[in-house]
């Protein structure tokens, strides 16, 4: 049995910047995510992605950040279950949990936070016929290595935010880069889209907006992506990769059964503290959903910082949540 006071189901950028905040308030915190290695998706799918929204950093790639992260909490020494899922939780007596994973694992904490991200999840396929044919063979729904399309052709599909930065990001290391969009305005941040327009002006991109996927080509391995515009002609892309970045479909597994309160995949919380419907669970990141909730990494940061102070009470429930400031060579300290 692992004791802790809070159990962090999931450990992305938000569930380590937890681990921050709870280590200030003297809290211990257990990590569990069904990844093998910690960063969540970051470090899963866009290790390499760079990022631009991070105070303090103009851009930083998302593993970097992971990494930055890591030496943050260090002194907060916590732990991790890394390769397992969480199946079952127990309520006991006091009002604590003991949690169970998929390999048998036993956690018990006085409070649960999650912050699984999207949760289970797999990338969202275009609806090309024949798809499954050059799956590994020329497409690819992520970017792992950004090296491997060096001097390559390559075609992006997609208007998010994604696929603005991945175009954008590879515009310098493919030979040819091709963004396809079945609209002619783009779903991501205007600051990225008009970055990926600028590069197309410059002719260091091709951008085909209004234009449909119908079909892949090859012999073996990708050849070409065949689209069709919206005056109903047919153009043939030449492509060595073709990489759709429609984003993920998320799934909840096991937490879809714990008696919260869920919408859309998502879980419902109050925003004065992130709690769920089920005292001492709590849900921060892109698995929550509110009134207004922006799916931002600095999002999860700010609801992770409010989480902590109300879960306080529950690890500490005969002491009250102050500070004491000092002045140490003119410096306020606590």
Known sequence: MINTDICIIGAGPVGLFAVFEAGLLKMRCHLIDVLPQVGGQLSEIYPHKPIYDIPGYPSITAQQLIDNQL???KPFAPSFTLGERVEHIERQDDGSFILSTSDHTKVHAQVIVIAGGLGCFEPRKPDIQNLHLYEGKGVDYMVKDPAKYKDKRIVIAGGGDSALDWTYHLADIAQQITLIHRSDSFRGAPDSAEKVFKLAQEGKINLLLSHNLSN???????TAIETVSKEKETIAVEADYFIPL????PKLGPIADWGLNIDKNAIEVNTFDYSTNVERIYAIGDINTYPGKLKLILCGYHEAALMCQSAFKFVYPDQ??????TTVNGINTF
Do not use: A, D, P, V
């Open 320 to 325: 009250k949540l102050t500070f004491k400031y």
């Open 216 to 222: 892949l080509q090859g012999n073996g391995s990708l």
């Open 246 to 249: 429609y984003g993920l479909t």
């Open 71 to 73: 030496e943050q909490i």
